[in-house]
């Protein structure tokens, strides 16, 4: 079975490497002595545009291939222009010298900026010996569309009669059409095509354009896509705000006649969502865009979306994210959206008036397509059925390449698993189509790929293929918010690895705009539980500060006005929970913890503080009673009481909340919350705490959570320590929590010392187990312990996915624990390394690429000596934990350890010395381990 495991893995690591290929790549390593400022960020993103808050912030690393360096002080410029960057004159912004040895979250605090505004910056630092470095590369971001009067183009579209009915009349038509199968009945229309020619008359010195939809766009200048985003404008609550997208498209424009164009399709507006079925917005899709145009004379041109736009619609027959695509190719338009194209018997456009949501610049980063899959097996289970097999679950799409006669359709349907005999498993899907079809115009080879939809799945089914396709008739198409992947992992043990690698493939399959539990079936919501208890790992294995830049948002428009969090954020259902709503305190408590970001704590402070007002009123004598219906989700047979969950949460919530509130100064709400939660704590441990240890339900999570959130006094502590030993050990040494209670698991059996029963978890393979899956070729995380087991087969169709993150919270642990990973503070200025081997792993080796830079450890037992490779970047420190009996045991780079340069011995705890360092490459051994 290891075998196995170590074939998938190699499979994976060269998909990383694939990957890492067309993703923004690590900074090269300094040269010189002293400090480089290198990664220029503005907002958390290199080279934005089109940013809307008005102090934008900047971030930077610092590289130095010296030992302790640190920074002493930066000058930022920032010009209108590149010549004036360029002459160093900050016409914008100058800072002049300051001391400081800040490299992140830095607000812009020049002249103000306008609508448009072009911002050209770069920064010289000192080192802590005041030398100062050269001038960074230069970096540049632009301002958005800043004021609604800014906005001067019209809403446009193209309606169907259908298009006017109101949601209740359009959902009967539909039941109509298909009483017993619904879902299957739905009513699909085509994609509108909409175009416009503007004629470039003089020579241009830049090209912006600004864009929305309600519904989502792919936008065109002269036949070509603008940008490589999918699924614009994004998934928010569109009565509360729409997001738009600004493109440099100075490169598209060309001399004399040009022509912007557009597609349209349903999206989360108009189309299916979250099993509550279609047009829970709106129903009539809208394109909103205006093209700006600034000639080199100095004169502007603006070509906006108006009443002088054609429309007609193609060969996008049915788009629906959840249902497919259906594309019939003898309807393409050749030249539609270029110059010249007869439009003459096309439409005229229908404009809606005015949309009374405020525009906003797009705060995230969008889904991109980011790795292509190959097919490793293709089986024809029946005649004229060919299954694919792309080695991996995902979520994106499939690309067909096809030669065949004109009419012929080849339809594709898309699972995660395949039945005994061979043919695809969608029962799980539920009322989610998830098919494609191809209708061929039959010419040469035809190669298409879909727009506007996107499946969960490892197996793609070919149906009505034109001869026999091979395993290039089909590609795999990996796509998902394009986060900066800053992890790395591996050890000794390949099972261990693969856990990793199904998180971060978990997570790629469901950081999908919003985060989403799941890819495949008719729901793919944001999920708020499952979202706090990943976003550890999350941030580890991606730079996910953007993507719950926008998130938060979104859980923040959701907020009931009596101060309760949804469970799914955009909000399209009417339920809160316990564990799932705090969210809304986890989530920017986490953006804080690893981005050192204090703005997303200040913006969402007043939602937060209503949530605890909300708490704490609903909780007489600080008890809560149960908050929503799932209590420790999907545990197996080990439920824990809904009330003492909602306490728990209660009190956990309180305690970040007063963390948080003292971060931002706000010392009065830091005690208060911080009593909160100890009288939160005191009125658990009397109603819930037995002087045994013993906590009521007597389940693994209420142990865990009684422990991990720190509820019960410290007396207590060893003695439900031992009960939840006892709990694990009742079960043959196996888990039985849920998705609450999953994810505190390891952290908190190291937290109580017991590191080898953690150890004894992750590295098992028996049914429950992280492990149990990947002996069953999971390449993804599960919904389930029991998604699939030997012994009942595929669990109930209703609630089974087969790529669910939740549980690849585990990873968390992985880099704190097993690799030794961690900050201490906010934002990884000062850093913990202290890796705990267990388990007969003999080697670990990881690596994270923190706001400040990368940190990587590397772990090596050999007989009684350990040894520890580690770098941390320039203008941080750390402290390290070594393994040892005594310091002399330990030596570093040949020399005994507290003799090494930069390297301070503070004391030693427990079996550790622990050493405190600067910045730089180590190499530690321990021959008393
Ligand atoms: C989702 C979960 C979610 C749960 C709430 C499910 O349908 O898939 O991930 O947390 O509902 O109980």
Redesign the pocket.
């Given at each position: 079975m290891r075998d196995s495991i170590r074939q998938s893995f190699l499979f994976d690591l060269c998909a990383i490497a694939l990957f890492s290929l067309c993703a923004p790549g690590p900074c090269p390593a300094a040269e010189s002595s002293g400090l480089k400022p290198l990664r220029l960020r503005c907002e958390y993103k290199l080279n934005p545009l089109g940013i809307d808050t008005s102090a934008p912030r900047l971030d930077w690393i610092v590289e130095s291939n010296e030992r302790g360096r640190k920074q002493s002080a930066y000058r930022i410029l920032v010009a209108s222009s590149e010549a004036n960057l360029a002459g160093e004159i900050g016409d914008l912004w100058d800072t002049g010298k300051v001391d400081s040895d800040e490299t992140i979250q830095i607000p812009y605090a020049g002249k103000p900026l306008e609508s448009g505004a072009r911002c050209f910056w770069k920064l010289m630092v000192w080192d802590n010996q005041g030398r100062p470095s050269p001038w960074s590369a230069p970096a540049t971001w632009s301002m958005g569309l800043l004021k609604a009067e800014d906005w001067k183009a019209r809403w446009i579209g193209l309606d169907s009669p259908l298009q006017s009915l109101d949601r209740k009349t359009y959902l009967a038509l539909t039941m109509l059409r298909n009483p017993f199968k619904l879902g299957f009945g739905k009513i699909y229309l085509p994609s509108p095509h909409l175009r416009k020619e503007f004629k470039v008359e003089k020579p241009v010195r830049r090209a912006t354009l600004y864009a929305t939809a309600l519904g989502l766009y792919e936008i065109r200048i002269n036949g070509a896509r603008v940008g490589a985003d999918y699924f614009t404008p994004g998934w928010t609550d569109y009565n509360r705000r729409i997001y738009y997208q600004t493109y440099d498209v100075t490169s598209m424009l060309r001399p004399g006649a040009n022509a912007l164009a557009a597609i349209l399709s349903d999206g989360w507006y108009a189309g299916n969502v979250g099993g509550r079925g279609q047009r829970i917005y709106g129903s009539k899709l809208r394109l909103r865009g205006q093209l700006q145009i600034e000639y080199e004379d100095g004169s502007n041109e603006v070509v906006l979306t108006d009443q002088s736009w054609r429309a007609s619609c193609g060969p996008i027959r049915e788009a629906d994210m959840q249902a497919g695509e259906a594309y019939d190719a003898r309807l393409e338009m050749p030249g539609w959206d270029q110059p010249g194209f007869d439009d003459r018997d096309w439409k005229r456009v229908d404009l809606t008036e005015s949309v009374s949501v405020p525009l906003e610049a797009y705060p995230g980063i969008p889904v991109r397509k980011t790795l292509e899959i190959r097919p490793i097996e293709l089986n024809s289970p029946r005649p004229g059925v060919y299954v694919f097999n792309l080695g991996q679950n995902f979520a994106g799409w499939a690309k067909l390449k096809v030669q065949g006669g004109r009419g012929d359709k080849v339809t594709l349907r898309f699972a995660e698993r395949l039945n005994k005999d061979g043919n695809i498993y969608t029962l799980n899907l539920r009322s989610a189509r998830a098919t494609d079809s191809y209708v061929l115009k039959g010419s040469d080879v035809e190669t298409w790929e879909p727009r506007f939809t996107y499946h969960g799945f490892q197996y793609v089914e070919l149906t009505g293929f034109p001869g026999t396709p091979t395993l290039d008739s089909i590609t795999g198409i990996v796509a998902h918010s394009d986060l900066r992947i800053t992890s790395s992992f591996e050890s000794s043990d390949p099972l261990v690895n693969k856990i990793y690698l199904n998180t971060l493939w978990g997570q790629r399959s469901n950081y999908f705009e919003v985060p989403t539990?799941?890819p495949q079936?008719d729901?793919r919501?944001g999920?708020?539980?499952?979202a706090q208890v990943f976003i550890p790992a999350a941030a580890f294995n991606m730079d996910v500060a953007p993507f719950f830049t926008k998130w938060l948002v979104d859980l923040e428009d959701g907020q009931y006005p009596d101060g309760a969090f949804p469970?799914?954020a955009p909000r399209v259902a009417a339920n809160a929970?316990a564990g799932?709503g705090d969210a809304g305190i986890i989530c920017p408590r986490n953006i804080f913890r690893f981005y050192g970001d204090k703005r997303i704590l200040e913006k969402h402070y007043q939602a937060m503080a209503r949530y605890l007002q909300f708490l704490t009123q609903r909780s007489p004598g600080y008890l809560s009673p149960p908050l929503?219906?799932?209590g420790d989700?999907?545990n197996l047979s080990d439920p824990t009481p809904g009330d003492l969950i909602a306490t728990a949460y209660f009190g956990y919530s309180a305690k970040l909340m007063a963390q948080m509130s003292a971060a931002l100064g706000n010392t009065g709400d830091a005690e208060k919350y911080q009593s909160t939660f100890e009288n939160v704590g005191k009125a658990f441990t009397e109603r819930y705490t037995s002087p045994n240890g013993r906590i009521s339900g007597d389940s693994q999570t209420g142990y865990l959570m009684a422990l991990r959130f720190g509820l019960i006094p410290q007396e207590l502590r060893p003695a439900a320590s031992e009960q939840l030993i006892n709990k694990i050990k009742d079960r043959d040494w196996s888990l039985s929590t849920g998705?609450l209670g999953a994810s505190l698991l390891l952290p908190t059996l190291s937290d109580i010392g017991r590191t080898d029963v953690a150890y004894r978890l992750i590295l098992n393979t028996r049914y429950p187990s992280w492990g149990y899956p990947i002996t069953q070729g999971a390449t993804t995380m599960w919904?389930r312990w029991n998604s699939y087991t030997q012994e009942h087969g595929f669990n109930t169709p209703q609630?089974n996915?087969f790529n669910?993150y939740?549980y690849g919270a585990v990873s968390e642990w992985i880099f704190t624990t097993l690799a030794g990973i961690d900050t201490d503070g906010p934002g990884f200025k000062k850093i913990i390394i202290r890796p705990r081997p267990g388990g007969g792993i003999t080697y670990a080796k990881a690596s994270y690429d923190s706001i400040r830079g990368k940190i990587t450890t590397h772990w090596r037992i050999q007989g009684s000596r350990f040894q520890l490779e580690l770098t941390i970047p320039a203008n941080t420190t750390a402290t390290v934990f070594i393994p040892a009996q005594k310091p002399e045991d330990v030596f570093e780079s040949g020399l005994p350890a507290n003799k090494s340069p930069g390297v301070h011995f503070l004391r030693m705890q427990n079996t550790s010395a622990v050493f405190e360092l600067g910045s730089g490459a180590y190499a530690f051994t321990s021959k008393g381990h």
């Open positions: 539990d799941c079936r729901e919501l999920w708020t539980g499952d469970d799914v929970a799932w929503g219906t799932y989700w999907l998705f919904e609630m996915s669910h939740a």
